[in-house]
Every structure is written in C-alpha cells, then in structure tokens.
Nanobody
Framework: QVQLTESGGGSVQVGGSLRLSCVVS????????LAWFRQAPGQRREGVAT????????WYAGSVKGRSTISHDSSKNTVYLQMNSLNLDDAGMYYC??????????????????WGRGTQVTVSS
C-alpha cells in the first residue's frame, strides 16, 4: 500500500511561486506514475503534471506548461511541483496521486489509484 503526504500549499499573490511536495511511502516498487492534480470549488479534478521515473517522461496540462516543473527525488521518495507565475486560475486543492498501471492517459484521474489528502493553494490579486 502506498501512502501520500502533501505539503507546501499556502497563499500567494498573482505572479508568485510555490513548490509543493509529496512524500511517497509504503510499497512503492510498483508505482509507474506520480502526479499532481488540482480541484477548484465546483470544478472537476484536473491533471496538472505527471512524471514517470521508470519511463523518464513528464506530461503537463496546457494551462501550466512552461511555468511549472514536476520532479522526483528517489533518495527522498518525494515528488515536487514547482509552480511559477501563478494566476487566479491556479487556486484550488492540490492532490498528489500515484498509479501502478501503465496508461495512455497520464493526466487523467481515472488512471490513478492512490491519492493524498491534498494541500490548499490560494492565489490573490
């Protein structure tokens, strides 16, 4: 069983930056993907960024591409999401997730089977 613990959320002004962290513990040898999702009130949960250390690949939502970076530190069992140039649309609850199956949709929540509790990101103008 995999456990995920997110941190790093908070309040930031438009144009600011945040780095989210997610510690991955438990039985992690079968994990194929690690990802960040976000959900704003009244909105669907959407994939923000995914990394597959095994495949050496990353995927980004169009809305964050070029200003966000997902990374994985295997020595710390931690996945990070660095977000820059934050705007009001970036606000929401951010969730870390892992998948133990190979998928053609690495930004789809349907592809992920373990979730953290989330960390809140608030963006103000």
């Amino acid at each position: 069983q995999v456990q995920l613990t997110e941190s790093g959320g908070g309040s930031v002004q438009v144009g600011g930056s945040l780095r989210l962290s997610c510690v991955v513990s438990g039985y992690t040898s079968n994990v194929k993907y690690l990802a960040w999702f976000r959900q704003a009130p009244g909105q669907r949960r959407e994939g923000v960024a995914t990394i597959s250390p095994a495949a050496g690949s990353t995927w980004y939502a169009g809305s964050v591409k070029g200003r966000s970076t997902i990374s994985h530190d295997s020595s710390k069992n931690t996945v990070y999401l660095q977000m820059n140039s934050l705007n009001l649309d970036d606000a929401g609850m951010y969730y870390c997730a892992t998948s133990t199956i190979w998928t053609a949709s690495p930004l789809s929540s349907n592809s992920f089977n373990t979730w953290g509790r989330g960390t809140q990101v608030t963006v103000s103008s």
